[in-house]
């Protein structure tokens, strides 16, 4: 079976610094690279290669149109459904690493990203009509993702939302989502509850199932993860590694849990693998290109004998 990522698809134009300049400073960064990003690309990228055959759709500009294909081809990511857009450019973002901690600064334009239809998700219906899973973000507008998330689940689909970067949902989404994967601050903001330790993740876990996802999925930075529903809630500690690029950690956990889900893991498990993905990518700097192979996923599993997720 395949995966269709319904999303944005950027530039990602970096600057390395030791630490994040303050409002009217101006500081000399550590080095400058040009990566291909967005949040559905990556998540599109991290699926393929991992392992699954993955479509993507969305929107780019002429600009940046021949290097951002080339990309896709590279990494398998099949875009028949892929659309370039005459008038927008393509949706950029600037990325502050300070390489220090591996923490970011992000600022996006998301240009043709925005201007994505419901004709352009009509189109690629063959897609999802050929796929298990489809995983979507919230990086192009709200209203296209509500009407993917209907079509694809009208068709029997399993629809994963990542909810980043965080904004309301409007409370029809959820009746489509079999699994929603915010971070701790996007659980805060969508469930309005102060996340401070895994007691409180869980009551917003417990928040988003009573909205009518199947599985709620909060992930937490260096503290791990933690997946909830109608019957029990799993905490899942972080794997150890050396942090270089925080950057698309969200963006592998995600297709780690689509690649997993799509080959048939149970839900408990597909989480671990989840989160080994984004392990592994936090090791590597840039969004995209630091994404994982299934190789070095089961590697992490395989070598982290003592990994033990727990019942609350
Ligand atoms: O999740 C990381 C991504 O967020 C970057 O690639 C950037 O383009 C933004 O969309």
Redesign the pocket.
């Known amino acids: 079976m395949c995966i269709t990522v319904i999303g ?1 698809i ?3 134009f970096y600057i390395k610094v030791d630490r994040f300049p303050v409002i009217g400073e101006t500081l000399f960064g550590k080095g400058f690279q040009i ?8 998540q599109a990228v991290g699926c393929s290669k991992l392992g699954e055959k993955t479509y993507i759709v969305g929107r780019i500009g002429k600009d940046f149109s021949e290097y951002l294909l080339n990309n896709f081809r590279n990494s398998n990511v099949d875009t028949k459904y892929l659309k370039i857009d005459d008038e927008h450019n393509t ?3 600037f ?1 502050i690493l300070n390489v220090n901690t591996g923490e ?1 600064m ?1 600022l ?1 334009d998301p240009g043709a990203d925005y201007w994505i239809t419901e004709n352009d998700v009509n189109d690629a219906l063959n897609a999802i009509i050929d796929s298990k899973i489809i995983l979507l ?1 919230l ?1 192009i507008p709200i209203e296209i993702n509500i009407y993917a998330s209907m079509l694809a689940a009208s068709k029997g689909k399993k629809v994963i939302l990542n909810p ?2 965080v904004s309301t949902l409007p409370k029809e989404i959820f009746k489509y989502i079999e699994v929603i994967t915010p971070n701790r601050v996007e659980a805060s903001q969508l469930t309005g509850v102060d996340i401070t330790d895994i007691p409180t993740a869980v009551k917003a876990g417990k928040k988003l199932v009573e909205e009518g996802v199947k599985y709620a999925i909060i992930t937490l930075g260096s503290s791990g993860s933690l997946m909830v529903s109608l019957e029990k809630a799993i905490y899942y500690p972080p794997f150890k590694v050396n942090v270089a690029d925080t ?5 592998a956990f995600n297709a780690g849990l689509a690649v997993a889900l799509s080959r048939g893991y149970p839900i408990e498990e597909a989480v671990i693998w989840a989160n080994a993905s984004a392990a592994v990518k936090i090791t590597k700097i840039g ?2 290109t630091g994404l994982p192979s299934r190789y070095e996923v089961e590697g992490l599993i395989r070598r982290s004998a003592d990994y033990q997720p727990k019942i609350i």
């Open positions: 944005s950027h530039v990602d990566f291909p990003g967005g949040k559905g690309a990556n949706g950029v973002a990325i970011n992000i996006i973000q990086e980043a970067p950057t698309g950690a969200g963006d969004a995209q």
